[in-house]
């Protein structure tokens, strides 16, 4: 990796007079993450160069894309302008970041800027949205934001990478070098197969249970919704054990689960517990549990939250993982995934000259707001904060 300095001084002069910002030009700012948890960067190398071919200026602090192995010299030679310090890269019209933004982060933001970011909402504060409302940031979140046919494009992705990563996390503790039960994920010729219980019949729920059959496993699906359960046996192609949620059907199932995946998705902003503690006790000794959705608050009642670098704990003999972030143990894939969703949303939002033409002209981008020009937004977070919201159209119909 070469000196910052030196990454800013290989850009030749036209370069480097191309990103003066123009008026009329976006200049858009990727900042360092600051949690030593996250390892995805917003923008890769390839599409700094695709929205710098488009007149659009981009900003990334030294060491962005470190994580994810994009260098600082890959970001300059894409046309980026690298800088030393944060403050440089949250000075900007459009912030991108993975985590939400600290308070001291925030204090860097310009005034009526536009932050894209994830929101986290179980880790959040009343003091946060005052902070981004005193900076009158318009603020967007992964989480809520859709795309034009209705879909959640973030959500949907990083629920891929979990769902595919989740067994090969399974697998790793399942093996006797980890204190494991010492069997393999799947099954062999003679010897019985491995039984992985998932509750939740989404994304993530989809692609764990094409992983654990693609390895031989038997699986047994729960949720509460018949349709999903209807559709996952639909997109597997085969017939697999389905069920509503009744304690004594998921009882039995656990007793005798090697693996149970949790991936129920948060229904008014907080999961529902599902799995009791008695339910975990009777469990086999050596299984592991990994609850996708701790970051929402979980549905298993003994999972407590988990980081990359102590990601596992025993209770009742039982091994629990519970990693909110999963995606970033496979950062590369997941920056990837998340540059080829942003990096069409800041093309179209150069092409209205600012993110509050976007959200005037696009209601799937509206979807994603949550503050706008110092006032909360979002119902959902104006309850649970006990903070006033104002109805986003109403702001839009008075200024416009």
Same mark, same amino acid.
């Not at 990796?1 to 370069?15: C, N, W």
């Not at 933001?109 to 003091?127: K, N, P, V």
């Not at 859709?146 to 959500?155: A, C, F, I, N, W």
């Not at 949720?223 to 192609?237: E, H, S, T």
């Given at each position: 990796?070469?000196?910052?300095?030196?990454?800013?001084?290989?850009?030749?002069?036209?370069?480097s007079a191309k990103l003066k910002p123009k008026k009329e030009e976006l200049l858009i700012g990727v900042p360092k993450e600051m949690d030593a948890q996250e390892k995805r960067v917003l923008l890769t190398p390839e599409a700094v160069r695709l929205l710098v071919a488009n007149g659009i200026n981009v900003v990334v602090e030294q060491g962005a894309g470190d994580n994810s192995k994009f260098t600082d010299k890959d970001y300059a030679d894409a046309g980026a302008k690298v800088v030393l310090t944060a403050k440089e890269a949250l000075e900007v019209d459009v912030v991108l970041k993975v985590e939400p933004p600290t308070l001291e982060e925030i204090a860097h933001?310009?005034?009526?800027?536009?932050?894209?970011?994830?929101?986290?909402?179980?880790?959040?504060?009343?003091?946060y949205i005052h902070a981004l409302n005193a900076k009158k940031i318009t603020a967007v979140s992964f989480e809520h934001?859709?795309?034009?046919?209705?879909?959640?494009?973030?959500?949907?992705?990083m629920s891929e990478i979990a769902g595919s990563t989740v067994m090969l996390i399974a697998s790793e503790y399942l093996s006797s070098v980890n204190d494991g039960k010492g069997l393999i994920l799947g099954g062999v010729t003679g010897v019985p197969p491995t039984q992985v219980v998932i509750i939740g019949a989404g994304t993530v729920a989809e692609y764990a249970a094409r992983t654990a059959l693609g390895l031989g496993a038997n699986i047994k699906?729960? &949720?509460?919704?018949? /349709? =999903?359960?209807?559709? %996952?046996?639909?997109?597997?192609?085969?017939?697999v054990f389905t069920s509503t949620i009744d304690n004594v059907t998921l009882a039995q199932a656990l007793k005798e689960a090697d693996v149970v995946i949790g991936a129920l998705r948060a229904e008014k902003g907080k999961n529902k517990i599902v799995v009791t503690e008695e339910m975990v006790a009777a469990m086999m000794p050596g299984s592991i549990i990994i609850d996708v959705?701790?970051?929402?608050?979980?549905?298993?009642?003994?999972?407590?939250?988990?980081?990359? &670098?102590?990601?596992? /704990? =025993?209770?009742?003999? %039982?091994?629990?993982?519970?990693?909110?972030?999963?995606?970033?143990r496979v950062s590369r894939t997941a920056s990837v995934a998340l540059s080829n969703i942003f990096t069409p949303i800041v093309l179209q939002m150069s092409d209205l000259k600012g993110a509050e033409e976007m959200i005037f002209n696009y209601k799937w981008f509206m979807k994603g707001v949550y503050t706008?020009?110092?006032?909360?937004?979002n119902a959902h977070l104006a309850r649970r904060f006990a903070m006033s919201h104002k109805e986003l159209q109403l702001l839009l119909a008075a200024r416009y």
């Open positions: 990796m070469v000196d910052v300095t030196e990454a800013v001084e290989i850009l030749p002069k036209e370069a933001m310009q005034s009526g800027s536009c932050l894209i970011s994830a929101l986290q909402i179980g880790r959040q504060s009343a003091q934001l859709e795309d034009k046919v209705g879909g959640m494009p973030v959500v949907r992705a699906v729960f &949720d509460n919704q018949i /349709y =999903k359960l209807r559709r %996952i046996k639909q997109l597997l192609g085969q017939q959705s701790i970051d929402q608050g979980g549905c298993i009642e003994t999972a407590e939250m988990t980081s990359h &670098d102590q990601p596992t /704990y =025993k209770k009742h003999e %039982i091994i629990h993982y519970c990693v909110p972030n999963i995606a970033s706008y020009r110092g006032s909360l937004t």
